[in-house]
T-cell receptor, first 110, second 113 residues
Framework: KQEVTQIPAALSVPEGENLVLNCSFT??????LQWFRQDPGKGLTSLLL?????REQTSGRLNASLDKSSGRSTLYIAASQPGDSATYLC?????????FGKGNQVVVIP | EADIYQTPRYLVIGTGKKITLECSQT?????MYWYQQDPGMELHLIHY???????EKGDLSSESTVSRIRTEHFPLTLESARPSHTSQYLC????????????FGPGTRLTVL
């Protein structure tokens, strides 16, 4: 069974600092990996999707890398802003079903 | 605009009532999913469907049932609501192979008194 771990569980950073969020998974036989953002009490917003054949994906200030062989993905958020405060979830797709981590809860301090 | 919708967004109901949570998507996706999430906790898959007339139970045991009569519609039903069903319910759909991005609805927050 796929297990997904996200470290750290929670972090606070001052505005302007770069954020580094880590995700590890136990089974490297994946189709893709997806990063989501979740605001309190809300649904999930898709941020980036990395196919298993890709090494990284970028969207604006966000960059996600994937190292399938070591079972790791990292989400970088450059020049963080208070609006980036949210929970970030990593989800690994194996056979059309997502396995989720518990999330990185981020607070960006103005 | 292609999207995924859930109604109601919030529901407070008494024990024993029958409820149906609605989920619709306009993206033509075959694969749809229901997740349950308690506050501050991880998501648990409770039901999924790979197409019309196809439904399966997920990883977390649930007393709810689902149906998939039309591609765009995937409702979840609780025949007799209990306080233990209090949670947030999230619906999602997934694109075809080669795309495979999963999209989520805004969720339904259910409180059973």
């Amino acid at each position: 069974k796929q297990e997904v771990t996200q470290i750290p569980a929670a972090l606070s950073v001052p505005e302007g600092e770069n954020l580094v969020l880590n995700c590890s998974f136990t089974d490297s036989a994946i189709y893709n990996l997806q990063w989501f953002r979740q605001d309190p009490g809300k649904g999930l917003t898709s941020l980036l999707l990395i196919q298993s054949s890709q090494r990284e994906q970028t969207s604006g200030r966000l960059n996600a890398s994937l190292d399938k062989s070591s079972g790791r993905s990292t989400l970088y958020i450059a020049a963080s802003q208070p609006g980036d405060s949210a929970t970030y979830l990593c989800a690994v797709n194996g056979n059309n079903r997502l396995a989720f981590g518990k999330g990185n809860q981020v607070v960006v301090i103005p | 605009e292609a999207d995924i919708y859930q109604t109601p967004r919030y529901l407070v109901i008494g024990t024993g009532k029958k409820i149906t949570l609605e989920c619709s998507q306009t993206m033509g996706h075959d694969k749809m999913y229901w997740y349950q999430q308690d506050p501050g906790m991880e998501l648990h898959l409770i039901h999924y469907s790979y197409g019309v007339n196809s439904t399966e139970k997920g990883d977390l045991s649930s007393e709810s049932t689902v149906s998939r009569i039309r591609t765009e519609h995937f409702p979840l039903t609780l025949e007799s609501a209990r306080p233990s069903h209090t949670s947030q319910y999230l619906c999602a759909s997934r694109g075809p192979p080669g795309d495979n991005e999963q999209f989520f609805g805004p969720g339904t927050r259910l409180t059973v008194l």
